[in-house]
């Protein structure tokens, strides 16, 4: 368990991750100070951002890991893995993570916090915001909770708490890592080198879970009590050959079952 459930010496953080998205970012750190249980720290994992972002992350008083993006290339694995690291110097144990699109349920962090277990991992549910909605959504809707009333798609994924509960109680299930709501403990990241950096967009985060989930870390699912708001953007960065190498690295994985990757926090020589 965390803090405010039965351990209060375990030190937490909510890792971020962004690129080049400063309205989203302001939205999304809005949404996570309306916390019912709030994490020590909120690291943002940023792949190369400008000046912009970095005014944001100021604003709200997160800590700032900034990584160089190589030319066009998606970046997110390696800096995801820079806030890991960061986050262990500064003394955290368990991390919840997520993305700077994603808008947090005011009950989320409590909710990851309530079923916490060293050798698993926890993975909620994304409910989709419409177009108009997320174009239009300003701070003040955030600061109010308004997106969580909001119209979307899976909206089974913020029933009433205890319909929820009910639910993930008769019906348990197995999960994939989900990049933007999923957390764990931090030994049990670094066991599996944490994210494989050969990876462009497609496929990271489930890779990520089958290292987990080799090497004895279980997925649990808390999909129907800890949503987040994921806010509607066009994807032009879907390259169909990234994917399909992707793909091919994922499979690989799956075939040697492994639980290591050398391309992660740790590089091998």
Not at 184 to 210: C, H, I, M, P, T
Not at 234 to 257: C, G, M, Q
Request: charged share 25%.
């Amino acid at each position: 368990m965390v803090r405010g459930t039965v351990h209060p010496s375990v030190r937490t953080a909510v890792i971020v991750a962004t690129y080049d998205q400063p309205r989203w970012l302001d939205l999304s750190l809005r949404a996570w100070t309306r916390q019912q249980l709030r994490p020590d720290i909120v690291v943002i994992a940023d792949d190369g951002s400008g000046r912009e972002t970095a005014e944001v992350v100021r604003r709200f008083g997160a800590v700032h890991v900034r990584t160089e993006r190589d030319g066009a290339r998606f970046g997110k694995c390696g800096a995801v893995n820079a806030a890991v690291r960061r986050a262990r110097e500064l003394g955290c144990d368990f991390a919840l993570f997520t993305d700077g699109d994603c808008l947090p349920a005011r009950w989320l962090f409590a909710r990851h916090a309530a079923v916490a277990r060293r050798g698993r991992f926890a993975a909620g549910g994304v409910v989709r915001l419409a177009r108009d909605f997320s174009l239009g959504l300003t701070p003040e809707l955030v600061s109010a909770g308004g997106f969580e009333r909001a119209g979307g798609d899976k909206r089974r994924y913020a029933l009433p708490l205890p319909v929820g509960r009910m639910i993930e109680l008769l019906s348990p299930r197995r999960t994939p890592w989900k990049g933007g709501n999923s957390s764990a403990f931090l030994d049990d990241v670094l066991r599996v080198n944490g994210y494989d950096e050969r990876f462009g967009w497609g496929s990271e985060d489930k890779e990520l879970g089958v290292r987990l989930t080799n090497a004895g870390v279980r997925g649990y699912s808390i999909r129907y009590t800890a949503p987040v708001f994921h806010l509607w953007h066009d994807r032009p960065y879907v390259d169909p050959a990234v994917i399909a190498n992707n793909r091919a690295l994922l499979s690989e994985t799956r075939r040697r079952r492994a639980t290591w990757t050398s391309s992660g926090i740790e590089k091998s020589s």
